[in-house]
T-cell receptor
Framework: DTAVSQTPKYLVTQMGNDKSIKCEQN?????MYWYKQDSKKFLKIMFS???????INETVPNRFSPKSPDKAHLNLHINSLELGDSAVYFC????????????FGPGTRLTVL | GENVEQHPSTLSVQEGDSAVIKCTYS??????FPWYKQELGKGPQLIID?????GEKKDQRIAVTLNKTAKHFSLHITETQPEDSAVYFC??????????FGAGTRLTVKP
């Protein structure tokens, strides 16, 4: 019974395509994040969502757009994929106001050819 | 905003030895400092954390120390085992704000 799950685990696609990565959590947390981890393992926050409101956008290109259909999901849509988008993307969650601890999903490895 | 620096970037130790990873932070308002372990092909997992009102915390073979004056904190792993091999991340945040992560340390424990 995974707390934070992501699909797909691997995604290989061509430059210029549009793709989505899904994230689901069953922890009941109200804040969800997307991180990008590059080849050097550096974790960079991309977005956070709290109660369906975007509260952080760390200068990410507008080709990336998070969408939250409900409190348990935060999906990442990427348009016009570029080679530099190749990375591992992690979803994470936190219970706002209760703890600072973030719980990470297993990651999605995106490869753009 | 907060800036977290982590050293070393790679660390190799013999099984049974101790390992120490150090981080510094820039924002004196930061009050929560977690450490995450990331194994190959997995997401980061919290292993220990400390708040600014505590100077040290231990959990079996791992411990974290915090020096608020110097704005640095460290992870100590004693009696290292091969399964401790992973990438370790430190992070810092202000209560209810989002975290900033260090660049990670790749720890290798040689049997």
């Amino acid at each position: 019974d995974t707390a934070v799950s992501q699909t797909p685990k691997y995604l290989v696609t061509q430059m210029g395509n549009d793709k989505s990565i899904k994230c689901e959590q069953n922890l009941g947390h109200d804040t969800m994040y997307w991180y990008k981890q590059d080849s050097k393992k550096f974790l960079k926050i991309m977005f956070s969502y709290n109660n369906k409101e975007l509260i952080i956008n760390e200068t990410v290109p507008n080709r990336f757009s998070p969408k939250s259909p409900d409190k348990a999901h935060l999906n990442l849509h990427i348009n016009s994929l570029e080679l530099g988008d190749s990375a591992v993307y992690f979803c994470a969650t936190r219970e706002t106001g209760l703890t600072d601890t973030q719980y990470f999903g297993p990651g999605t490895r995106l490869t753009v050819l | 905003g907060e800036n977290v620096e982590q050293h070393p970037s790679t660390l190799s130790v013999q099984e049974g030895d101790s390992a120490v990873i150090k981080c510094t932070y820039s924002d004196s308002a930061s009050n929560y400092f977690p450490w995450y372990k990331q194994e190959l092909g997995k997401g980061p997992q919290l292993i220990i954390d400390i708040r600014s009102n505590v100077g040290e915390k231990k959990d079996q073979r791992i411990a974290v120390t915090l020096n608020k004056t110097a704005k640095h904190f460290s992870l100590h792993i004693t009696e290292t085992q091969p399964e401790d091999s992973a990438v370790y991340f430190c992070a810092a945040s202000i209560w209810n704000n989002d975290m900033r992560f260090g660049a990670g340390t790749r720890l290798t424990v040689k049997p």
